[in-house]
């Protein structure tokens, strides 16, 4: 019988490992994780999970008894050390071999670390998994002071979480504005004024030179030399691809492991998916890295066929969210190498407005706050690459539909 050997379980390992078996894989199946815990769901870990509105079961992908049902071997707190890749073996952190036919490497990413002296005191926090949001809240404290290194997702996302637990919350971003990475300056302003009319301070271009304290943290030294008086930090500075595992297998590595459009590797017994993965992407003709749920589990189906040989290139429209207070952010599409950008709605005033990013006289992107419908007309109109009307389209009273 054959074996398929699935690294990390997450969304993207989880997630191929069912849908291996749906699509016809009838060998063993065996999901090998580090963390303690079944695959679950991370992005309410800057969200519901932190704001302790949802339990670790609430949050789980899916119950056990459907990996038991489908015959999925489920080893969690096992971390794979090495690959042999001519013995076609992987080798555990405790020495023991497992034989695979197939292996997919579904090893995500880790949280980018910073430099700064003072990272080692007590109350100073990364956020990427369960273990990280437990240590967290147990410094949460109404009245206390939080400092948010790093204005993207993860910063002002829990930025608001933190607000609505009754801290008082402060984001220190390097960049000129938050957000800048991924959003234009329009979104990035209506970001920054709803955090600040919730209580939120927010220093852009300003850097973080140390962190102070005497076992504990106690203030944040800012470059130019703010200090913060902190009770707790959270660093979000973004995440790097955990490529270790492939690297030493002499798999080949460029900003992740690179894969196929049908994800397999430079070796064709062993696939990549998910946030450690670099592939190309049709709809924009070229390589990348993405960060998100839905590459995750579309690159796990698309794996799920190749290993069953009946692959079909991977050819999914990149898409995202984010929660903060009152506003559900939809993102479609990715906006870089953008020509225009116009506006549906006045992100100056109230809690909902889209912005589309245009290429050339077509919808390359969409950012939709509470917009649902904006945002999908807009993955259909970058799908369909079609010219587009900008006099309707920035006009809140054509409806969408007839723009599509
Ligand atoms: P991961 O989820 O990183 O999982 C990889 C797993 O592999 C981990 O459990 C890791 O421990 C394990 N592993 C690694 N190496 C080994 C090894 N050698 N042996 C055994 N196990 C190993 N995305 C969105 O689309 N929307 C959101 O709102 C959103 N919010 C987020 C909020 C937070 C706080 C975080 C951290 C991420 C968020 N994301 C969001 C991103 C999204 O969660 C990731 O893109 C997604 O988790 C990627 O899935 P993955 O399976 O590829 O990798």
Same mark, same amino acid.
């Given at each position: 019988?054959?074996? *398929? +050997? +699935?690294?990390? @379980? ?23 994780? &580090? =963390? ?9 870990? /800057? ?7 949802? /339990?670790?079961?609430?949050? #789980?992908?899916?119950?056990? &008894? ?5 015959? +999925? ?18 080798? #555990? ?11 997919? #490497?579904? %090893?995500? /990413? ?62 220190? =971003? ?12 329009? %979104? ?25 304290? /005497?076992?504990?943290?106690?203030? %944040? ?39 196929? =459009? ?9 696939? @990549? ?9 049709? +709809? ?23 290993? *069953? ?24 599409? #990715? ?29 390359? @992107? ?7 419908? &904006? ?8 799908? =369909? ?10 006009? !809140?009273?054509? !409806? ?5």
């Amino acid at each position: 019988m054959k074996t *398929c +050997i +699935i690294v990390g @379980a997450s969304h993207a390992g989880g997630h191929l490992a069912v849908t291996l078996r749906q699509s016809g894989w009838d060998g063993g199946i065996v999901l090998v994780g &580090e =963390e303690p815990h079944l695959p679950y769901h991370r992005p309410p870990l /800057s969200k519901d999970f932190l704001a302790g509105k949802k /339990s670790l079961d609430e949050i #789980l992908i899916r119950p056990r &008894e459907v990996y038991d049902k489908a015959n +999925i071997r489920v080893l969690t707190g096992r971390r794979v050390a090495a690959i042999d890749r001519s013995a076609k073996q992987i080798v #555990l952190a405790d020495g023991e071999r497992l034989d695979y036919d197939a292996l997919a #490497l579904a %090893v995500g /990413s880790s949280v980018r670390r910073m430099s700064a002296p003072g990272t080692e005191l007590k109350g100073v926090h990364y956020l990427r998994n369960v273990a990280d949001v437990e240590a967290i809240r147990a410094d949460v404290r109404p009245g206390g002071n939080a400092v948010i290194v790093g204005g993207g997702y993860i910063g002002l996302e829990t930025a608001a979480v933190l607000r609505g637990s009754g801290m008082n919350v402060t984001v220190v =971003e390097m960049l000129e504005r938050v957000m800048q990475r991924v959003t234009a300056p329009q %979104v990035s302003a209506f970001y920054s004024r709803v955090h600040t009319e919730e209580g939120v301070k927010i220093f852009c271009g300003t850097g973080v030179n140390a962190f102070e304290g /005497s076992g504990r943290i106690e203030s %944040v030294v800012c470059a130019g030399g703010k200090m913060l008086p902190a009770d707790l930090v959270i660093v979000g500075i973004g995440i790097v691809p955990n490529v270790e595992l492939a690297q030493a297998a002499g798999l080949e590595i460029d900003n992740g492991i690179v894969v196929d =459009e049908f994800t397999r590797t430079s070796d064709p017994d062993i696939h @990549a998916i998910g946030d450690c993965t670099n592939h190309y992407t049709r +709809i924009y003709d070229r390589r990348m890295r993405l960060e998100s749920v839905q590459n995750a589990t579309d690159q796990a189906r698309a794996a799920a066929l190749a290993i *069953c040989g009946k692959g079909q290139p991977y050819d999914a429209l990149p898409w995202f969210w984010s929660d903060q207070y009152d506003l559900k952010l939809q993102i479609a599409g #990715l906006s870089q190498g953008h020509d225009e950008v116009v506006l549906r709605g006045d992100p100056g005033a109230g809690r909902s407005f889209a912005a589309f990013y245009l290429k050339e006289g077509r919808v390359i @992107a969409v950012d939709a706050v509470n917009k649902p419908q &904006e945002f999908m007309a807009g993955r259909k109109l970058i799908t =369909e690459k079609k010219a587009v009307d900008k006099t309707k389209l920035t006009d !809140p009273a054509v !409806p969408m539909r007839e723009l599509t």
